[in-house]
Structures are given as C-alpha cells and as structure tokens.
C-alpha cells in the first residue's frame, strides 16, 4: 500500500465518521420520539382499563352486600290459613306474607291508614315469605308459636341504607317518605338491622325483585353452553387443523377452503345467531333457549378461531422433529400423534380457551335464539330453558331499580373474574408446556 | 448451505451462465468419469433424475453403494447431492413437488416400486440429519421410540438392552448413563448429533444415510462423529454426504463429485483425491471453485 492510497483512505474514513455523526443525532431523535409514543399508548390504554375496572367495582361491590331487617313472626294458624297437621301443598300456599306484616305492625301499632300500612309493609321484601315458606316446610312444627327471624329489605330501604336517596330532596320526589325514615331510624338504632354478605346473588336464579335476583341461573347456563361449545368445536377443530396442515395436499381446493375459515373467523357474530335460528330451531326443531343451541351456535362461532390458532401451533413445530420421526419409519399419522400434536399442544390449549373466553362474553347470537327470556329456574340439563351471563348483564342493564344496576356492575365483575380467569390458565398452559428444542 | 436442503434447484439457477441452459451445460459435462457399479452392492442406483417441478435437480445418475463400505458424496452447493442422498430412503416423498424417475434398487428390489412400503424401507434405511434433531424427550425415549414404534422388542427389559447397545454403539453410552431420563435437547451439540446416530442405530437398520452430519459441530465433536463412522462402517453400509474434502478424504472408501446435478466421477477416494481425472473434480478438490 502506499503512502498516497493509505491517505485517501484515511481521508473517505473521516468523511465517513463526519456523516454519520451528523445523521446520528436524527437517528436518536427518531427512537427516543417513538418510544415516547409507545409510553404514551401503553399509559393511555392503561388508564382506560383501570377507570373502566374501578367505575364497575364502586357500583357493584353494594351488590354483593344485603341489608336484613330482624322480626319476630308469629306463625299463627289462624293468619297462615293452615294447621301443623296440613300437607305439603297447602303449607307450600300459606298466607307466610300475613305473619310477616302482622309482626310489622306489631312493631309500630301506631300505623292505622291504608297507605302507611303499604309504606311499613315495603320494608320487607317480598322474598321475605319464600325463606319463611321455607322454614316452616322444614318443620311444620313451627305453626303457632312465634320464630325470630333475618328477612331481606325491599329495594327503597335498601336503597335508603345505602345512601342512595336524597333526604334534602322534597319528600313528594322521593320514593322514600319522611315516616318511613323515622320507622327505619327506630328499627336500626334497636339493632334490627344488619347487612352482610349477599350469599342469594350466587344461590338463585333471576328474579324481577332485585334483591332476589341472583346469578347462579344464567352462571349454570353459561357453563353448559360452554361445556357444549367446547365438546364439538375443540375436537373437530383440532382434526380440520391436522388434517389441513400435515395431510391435504396443497392446491386450489385447500386454498379456497383456507379463505372461507378466515372468513369465517371474521362474520359478524349476529349472523352465526340467525343460521342456529334458521337450522337448529327451525329445520331440526331443537328447543327454544336451550343451551344445546346455544352451544351449537357458538361452537360455530369458535371453530375458525380455534382452527387457525391450532394450525399456527402446528405449523411452528420444527419440521427437523418430522423429518427425524419419519426417517425412524414412523407413518405419517404417528409422525403427527407422537410427536407433532403433543408439541403444538399448548398453543392449541391456548387458541381453545381464548375462543371459549369469546364464547363466553357472547351475547348477539343468543339472542337470536331465544337465550334473551326472564328464565327464574336454574337450568339442570341441555335442554332446559335457559340463559348466559352477557345476557342476563343485558337484560338487567335494562331495568331501573337501583338494586339492579348494583347488580348488573356485579355481574359484570363476575363475568370479568370469569374471563381473567381463562385467559390466565392460557398463559398458565402456554408456560409449562412449553418446549425449547 | 440450508438452501440446498430445500429447493436445490434455487442455487443451480445462480450458477448458471447466461448464455447456456442448464442442460446443455450437464450434457457439456460427458458419461461420469470411473466406475459407478461395485459387487454385490446394497443399494444400487440407476438412472435417476430428479424433478423439483419443471426444474430439473438430478441428471440421470448411476451408482452403487456397497456393504461395510463408506461413501462420500462431495460437491459444491447445489449439486443435488443431499436431494440424492434423500430419495434413497424416500425422504423426498413428503416434498409434494419432488418427482423421482429412474430406479434405486435396495437388495434388488425397487424402492420407488408400488409393493415398497416407505415406512418399512425408512426402518431398513436409517438417516441422520444436517442440524442433531432429537425428539423434546428424556435421551431413552429418543432411542427407544424406533425399537417401540417398530416392535422390535418383546419387553421392557429388552427394549433397556436396545437403548444401551445403541448408546454404546454410538460412543455417548459413558457420558449419559447417569442421566437417561434427561431430556434430549439438554446435551451438546455433538452429544446430540451422536445421540440421532444412537436413534438410528436402534431400529437395526442395514444402510445408514448421514446429510452433512457434522457441519453444525465444533472440530472435536466432528472428530468424535468421524471415528463413529468409521466403527459403523463394520455393519452397515454407510453414504455421507459432507461440505468437507478433509472429512470425505478422512472417512470414506469411495468418494463421489457432483456437479450440478450430474454425478462428474466417482472412484476410491485415494485415487479421487490424488489422481482426479475430470478437470471439474480436480479444480474442486484444489479449491479453485465451489
């Protein structure tokens, strides 16, 4: 080399150095300005989440608390209507409601008119007889002597305890009078009432008296729809995915059928809702609400996302394990159960419970059939009527008294509980099972 | 290097003057230079071309390969000697696009013929691959699944003599004797490479095809995989295919040069090596090209 090359070439080094030292400065710039929009997004989403997350905690945490009001009733025959020696049929009808407004009245004798027997008669709900019905079915020995019992407060005077009425208000705009008040005050200062954990909100079905209404119904037809949906989607999906990822040949055929399953991943919910309308009710006859179609319906709807979470899984397992099982002599099929489908098996777990988490909060297609009526019993079978919690969610977001919005915020935490629940186990699934090859 | 494991023909391409087709340049290339065919031979292959497509990967190759006898397939990237070395047990069947024509006898019987069962001639014809691939389970569930898959034992004490002949047999049996439930993947890289060999080994198979086996390794395990060979070499019949003219030269009897899908010359190693007699093999094994 000499001396003038070395030169020029020392010269281009520094005019190199030059250059990118200029650009340099705007290549910093440029990251430091993106990673300000990332934390600007992160931060922005966060914040949604957590104002949506601590907005539906305030309003229903009061949901999973009942305030009871403490009576003694006095189990006459002459009030019930009937005797110990009665059968089951008339005990089950018995005038319960009677005792229990004549051991109100008991409490504040003063109260004579029509009217303000109906304000005093408000404080209990009307379950209040049903827990009453209950008790004296167990033991019809009960009739005539008098039982102290915990019975829950109608809707305004839990809404009253709670703070939720506005006592500056004129007493003619509010739904709880002045007399009311004063009788409430009384009872609570003689320790009458108390509020504790709302165990009917988890132990019934749906009640058009909000503090009645409870979960459990819609929660039972939310896990058999499940149950359904994951029967008949995971196994078929899991077969159309190895099937079409180890065994179809690569053609036009395959192509298209590949484009209808992610189109199929795409179709609006709703329509999925009309086609179980239109087969499964109409064309097979199959029940009305009943979580058998619902499961069908959104088995339907799971499939595709199922399909291409597990064809994912199966494609990214490394063709070398393949090669290596089908030059020991291993037929193709084995190639795929010994080795193939166990090592995409946490990715296929985790496709499976994040369609059955979008199962879950799937409200438009069950409403096309029919999963949308006021269902009280709690659903035992396939076919019994039924409903999900996103609808009942739904349906109770349409009522107006107070107890039911508490209850509707609650039973969005549950669905959510239900939800993190899933999605955790995928994560869970996806951490011990996976391999590093 | 990977490249040729897939689509060889990507790479033929590349090589391939402007002014001539490929085929005109094989034809250029003559008859194969020495002698293809050997007594008795184990495998024997006879006019083979090869089709990725339309494209064209091997031009009608012939040639033996022999019992206790180890041959090596050297050639610049490209060659087509992996695709050959892949039709010998059939691996190419799972390349939807791959299309075999000619004959590859295996103890005279076709393997390419509709009363051949690919899965019975892969049991009789073991390969180990480029990359060590052993299957994500404990070292004795890699070589016990062969034996198992192909009931080769009658129970679970035999199938224990199969693992541990195997491992012996492979030379890894002393560095994971204390450790078999470990997983597979857990070993070194040459560690696992021999525990692939040990894998084959166990399904008793009679010839052994070897792509490239070393050329993830470092020079002491390369070494290790060598003199392996060399051992193997007693009971079966061994074709290697190797980037490295040192490795061929170090564990092969017979040594056959690709050039473009066209097998150039093939001989004894030490007269391929020494006294090359087609230029292109000669350049190649001085380096002047490949």
């Not at chain 1, 108390?194 to 459990?216: C, H, M, Q, V, Y």
């Amino acid at each position: 080399m000499t001396e003038q090359t070395r030169q020029t070439q020392v010269q281009a080094m520094s005019d190199t150095t030059i250059r990118v030292r200029q650009s340099l400065k705007k290549r910093y710039a440029r990251e430091k300005r993106f990673r300000l929009f990332g934390m600007i997004a992160i931060i922005a989403s966060l914040t949604f989440l957590a104002v949506l997350i601590i907005s539906i905690t305030i309003r229903g945490l009061p949901a999973f608390k009942q305030t009871f009001i403490n009576l003694d009733v006095t189990l006459d025959a002459q009030t019930l209507g009937v005797d110990e020696t009665a059968d089951e049929n008339a005990l089950r009808r018995a005038n319960y409601n009677g005792a229990i407004r004549n051991s109100l009245l008991e409490l504040f004798p003063d109260v004579s008119s029509r009217k303000e027997k109906r304000a005093l008669y408000s404080f209990v709900s009307k379950g209040g007889q049903y827990d009453l019905q209950a008790q004296v079915m167990a033991d019809p020995a009960l009739i005539g002597q008098t039982v102290n019992v915990w019975l829950p407060v109608g809707d305004d005077t839990s809404g009253y305890l709670r703070g939720h009425i506005d006592t500056t208000l004129p007493e003619k705009k509010r739904r709880f009078k002045d007399n009311q008040i004063a009788w409430v005050e009384e009872l609570r200062s003689n320790g009458q009432i108390e509020t504790r954990f709302n165990s009917t909100f988890f132990s019934r079905g749906d009640s058009r008296e909000p503090e009645l209404a409870g979960i459990k119904g819609s929660l039972f037809g939310s896990l058999l729809t499940l149950l359904v949906t994951l029967t008949l989607s995971f196994p078929i999906a899991v077969a159309t995915a190895i099937y079409l990822e180890e065994f179809a040949p690569k053609n036009r055929w395959t192509d298209i059928i590949e484009v209808n399953i992610n189109n199929l991943a795409a179709v609006p919910s709703i329509v999925f809702g009309l086609l179980g309308l239109a087969i499964f009710i109409n064309f097979f006859q199959l029940p009305r609400s009943a979580p058998i179609v619902g499961g069908l319906v959104l088995s339907l709807m799971t499939l595709p996302t199922i399909i291409i979470s597990a064809r994912a899984a199966l494609k990214s397992v490394p063709p070398s394990i393949r090669d290596a099982a089908l030059g020991l002599g291993a037929s193709r099929l084995q190639v795929v159960f010994h080795h193939v489908l166990p090592l995409a098996m946490p990715g296929i777990l985790t496709g499976t419970i994040i369609g059955m988490a979008q199962a879950l909060g799937e409200t438009a297609p069950l409403l096309m059939i029919g999963m949308v009526a006021f269902i009280v019993d709690v659903p035992t079978t396939l076919t019994d009527p039924a409903t999900v919690l996103p609808v009942q969610i739904f349906q109770w977001a349409d009522l107006p008294e107070k107890g039911f919005v508490e209850k509707t915020s609650a039973a969005i935490m549950v669905l959510l509980g239900f939800l993190i629940l899933m999605n955790a186990t995928a994560v869970f699934l996806r951490r011990k099972f996976e391999r590093k090859w | 290097m990977n490249k040729e494991n897939t689509i060889p023909a990507l790479d033929i391409d590349q090589q391939t003057p402007n002014e001539q087709t490929i085929e005109e340049i094989v034809a250029s290339l003559g008859d194969t230079v020495g002698e293809a065919r050997v007594e008795n031979p184990k495998m024997s292959v006879s006019g083979v071309d090869v089709f990725y497509a339309e494209k064209q990967a091997i031009f009608g190759v012939d040639l033996d390969i022999a019992n206790n006898e180890v041959i090596s397939m050297i050639g610049p990237s490209g060659c087509g000697k992996s695709t050959l070395l892949r039709c010998l047990n059939r691996m190419n069947d799972t390349i939807p696009i791959c299309r075999v024509t000619g004959e590859i006898m295996l103890d005279g019987e076709g393997i390419y013929s509709k009363d051949t069962d690919p899965v019975l001639l892969r049991a009789r014809v073991g390969m180990v691959f480029q990359k060590p691939n052993p299957f994500p389970k404990s070292i004795y569930e890699n070589v016990a699944y062969g034996p198992r898959l192909h009931g080769l034992n009658r129970n679970k004490a035999d199938l224990d003599d199969i693992v541990v002949n195997s491992l012996r047999k492979a030379g890894i049996y002393d560095e994971v004797k204390n450790r078999l439930d470990d997983a597979g993947t857990s070993l070194s890289g040459g560690q696992q490479q021999r525990l692939c060999i040990a894998r084959t080994i166990a399904c008793s198979p009679e010839v052994i095809l070897m792509d490239e086996p070393c050329s993830a390794l470092d020079p002491i395990a390369t070494a290790k995989i060598e003199e392996l060979i060399d051992e193997l070499r007693e009971n079966y019949a061994i074709a290697i295919v190797t980037h490295s003219m040192q490795q061929a030269a170090r564990v092969s009897q017979r040594t056959a040069y690709f050039h473009l899908g066209k097998l150039v010359e093939v001989g004894d190693t030490d007269t391929i090596f020494t006294n090359p007699k087609h230029e292109l093999t000669e350049k190649y094994i001085t380096g002047r090209f490949g």
